[in-house]
């Protein structure tokens, strides 16, 4: 595609749920960012996969929330028993070298608001 | 579309003035910055980057600058213009890592 894409655009979870974000990133892109945006806020790192490897997941909050791109190309971003403090909006971006110290290209995002 | 940030530094210029907005990054250590645009509802937009061993970068109306003495960065546009309007972030990485680590924005709004 053009580029980063993420699904769902929105998504209203209930306390207690779980949900699933999905990134398809830019064809052939090695390096793929999760990144956790609050109202008002810079975005905040949450997770990086170079290819198929998670090589850091530092910045993910809590063991409720998972990070798989199993094939290389698209990620999935799950978060287990939602809390409200989870509410806020999720950017995935991807950029062809490995690292984050080159030119990253982000998705529109997903806005996760928990009720 | 959403509001990125209710509370940011606004900076307000006439159309047709140059821009400057500013960042103090954290990190003595890094080596790499890059500022981002984020209009309301989407994702930021690479603007324009610059590695340490450089003082100064210019793109298309837009020039960045890097002071490592004292870990400030500065992005100025030339002629704003409307489209230009929207939050401004800075980023900074070290050591080819992992992360970006963003600085808190700025909100510039254009006068017509």
């Known amino acids: 595609g053009a580029g980063v894409s993420q699904s769902p655009r929105y998504k209203v979870a209930k306390r207690g749920q779980d949900v699933a974000l999905r990134c398809d990133p830019i064809s052939g892109h090695v390096s793929l960012f999760w990144y956790q945006q609050a109202l008002g806020q810079g975005p905040e790192f949450l997770t990086y996969f170079q290819n198929e490897a998670q090589l850091d997941k530092s910045g993910l909050p809590s063991d409720r929330f998972f990070a798989e791109r199993p094939e290389g190309s698209v990620s999935t971003l799950k978060i287990q028993r939602t809390q409200q403090e989870d509410s806020a909006v999720y950017l995935c971006?991807?950029?062809?070298?490995?690292?984050?110290?080159?030119?990253?290209?982000f998705g529109q995002g997903t806005r996760l608001t928990v009720v | 579309g959403e509001s990125v940030g209710l509370h940011l530094p606004t900076l307000s210029v006439q159309e047709g003035d140059n821009s400057i907005i500013n960042c103090a990054y954290s990190n003595s250590a890094s080596d790499y910055f890059i500022w981002y645009k984020q209009e309301s509802g989407k994702g930021p937009q690479f603007i324009i980057d610059?590695?340490?061993?450089?003082d100064k970068r210019q793109g298309q109306r837009v020039t960045v600058l890097l002071n490592k003495t004292v870990k400030h960065l500065s992005l100025q546009i030339a002629a704003t213009q409307p489209g230009d309007s929207a939050v401004y972030f800075c980023a900074e990485n070290w050591n080819a890592g992992n992360m970006l680590t963003f600085g808190g924005g700025t909100r510039l709004m254009v006068k017509p």
């Open positions: 610059i590695r340490s061993n450089m």
């Open positions: 971006a991807s950029s062809q070298r490995q690292g984050a110290n080159t030119e990253a290209f």
